[in-house]
């Protein structure tokens, strides 16, 4: 029977499990956790192929207990009985250790639904997801679970993987193996090892006269470093590390994650972010921006790809090393708790609309003052409602633009 060359290596303890030190070293929590034998209900987090499964079955070794694997793509709660059903038999002598793939495809009643079994403390359950469990998962599991976040490989640690691997592919064939050919594997498929392990099967399977070569390498393992999901964790994380670069005025980082939106084909996505931190994040220091960001997306869109990466990354460098603001952001936000707590109170008559028959019957606009009427534009009244009329939201920026407007007005307002 066929069987996958991860499988033929998946490593049989923890010390030959590759990266997770944080977790599997001699000092990882985990680690410690299994080494006690006592092994709580646990959720590991991570993207594929760095090692859930794995240490899945190494914990169902060394506690001596069975494995049942479902997918929760497939499985259901009738699943999850037949399991319970095999308790206290010959068949699960020291209880039940249930893997869970991809948790996050169980709806919330059939997660639910897992409690009665978990705490009956015969079947112990180890959950995996690649999506963040505290969005996906129930809050009735997380609280009587572990959460252990399991990273990508670093790329050191895939190469020797894959090197290991070539050696037990090849055997005592004899197959040539050119030079960087592992390590180009390693870096290219972004830390998932199943995935490096895929690639060496596939080049050892489709192996030419020269052998091994880089060429073919760069065929098996192309773009497969891009851990990509539109609706996913690294969607928005994506975008997020690509807000806060530009936020933190680092060109370089902000055109590094503009091409990761890119190179997965995600032009909207960067474009509407990008908006957005024209206005949030550099804002008032620089109201020009706003303007020059739509422009640079509007020839995006007219573009396309590939040209469009080019008014993109001028906007994305404009905003980098612009003077940052976040004065707006802040006031309508604060405004806006306002509204939502209650804090409003009747508009003051005078500033009602007064532009129909009858209006001043019901006295409105009647002491309105017109700032155009006035030296500079401007007359002290009051606008706000009665109920909130000293409110106060927005504080001018500490850049040039802002401070330049502050000036302004405390000579024509008078300083306060």
């Not at 007359?379 to 001018?396: F, G």
Request: net charge neutral.
């Amino acid at each position: 029977m066929y069987q996958p060359l991860a499988d033929k290596i998946r490593p049989k303890t923890l010390d030959d499990v590759v990266g997770q030190r944080h977790l599997l070293g001699k000092a990882g929590l985990l680690r410690r956790v299994i080494e006690s034998g006592t092994i709580p209900n646990m959720i590991f987090y991570g993207p594929s192929g760095v090692g859930k499964t794995t240490v899945a079955s190494i914990i169902a070794k060394q506690t001596e207990r069975k494995l049942y694997h479902l997918n929760a793509t497939t499985a259901g709660i009738s699943d999850i009985k037949a399991i319970i059903d095999e308790l206290d038999t010959f068949l699960a002598p020291n209880g039940a250790l249930v893997y869970l793939d991809e948790i996050q495809y169980f709806n919330k009643k059939q997660q639910q639904s897992l409690l009665e079994f978990i705490e009956t403390g015969k079947m112990t359950l180890i959950a995996s997801t690649t999506e963040n469990p505290y969005f996906y998962v129930y809050n009735a599991i997380l609280s009587r679970s572990t959460v252990f976040e399991f990273k990508p490989i670093e790329t050191a640690d895939v190469q020797r993987a894959v090197e290991r691997a070539f050696s037990l592919a090849i055997g005592d064939k004899g197959t040539p193996v050119e030079d960087g050919v592992a390590a180009y594997i390693a870096q290219a498929v972004g830390g998932d090892v199943r995935k490096a392990l895929g690639a060496v099967e596939l080049l050892v399977l489709g192996v030419g006269a020269d052998g091994v070569t880089l060429a073919d390498a760069q065929q098996a393992a192309q773009r497969s470093n891009m851990r990509y999901d539109r609706d996913g964790d690294s969607h928005y994380d994506i975008l997020s590390a690509l807000q806060k670069s530009i936020r933190g005025s680092d060109p370089d980082a902000a055109l590094h994650y503009l091409a990761r939106l890119l190179e997965a084909s995600d032009m909207i996505s960067a474009a509407r972010r990008m908006l957005v931190i024209a206005s949030e994040d550099i804002g008032l220091a620089y109201p020009q921006c706003a303007a020059i960001v739509k422009a640079c997306v509007d020839s995006a869109f007219q573009l396309g790809l590939p040209e469009a990466r080019i008014p993109l990354a001028e906007a994305v460098i404009l905003m980098a090393t612009a003077p940052k603001s976040n004065s707006a952001a802040a006031a309508i936000d604060a405004a806006m708790a306002d509204v939502r707590a209650g804090r409003t109170g009747d508009i003051p008559a005078h500033v009602k609309d007064a532009h129909y028959g009858g209006a001043s019957k019901l006295g409105r606009g009647l002491t309105y003052q017109y700032p155009h009427a006035f030296p500079n534009h401007w007359v002290q009244q009051q606008y706000l409602p009665d109920e909130i009329k000293n409110a106060h939201y927005y504080d001018y920026g500490p850049n040039k633009t802002e401070q330049a407007a502050r000036a302004y007005w405390e000579r024509v307002k008078g300083a306060k």
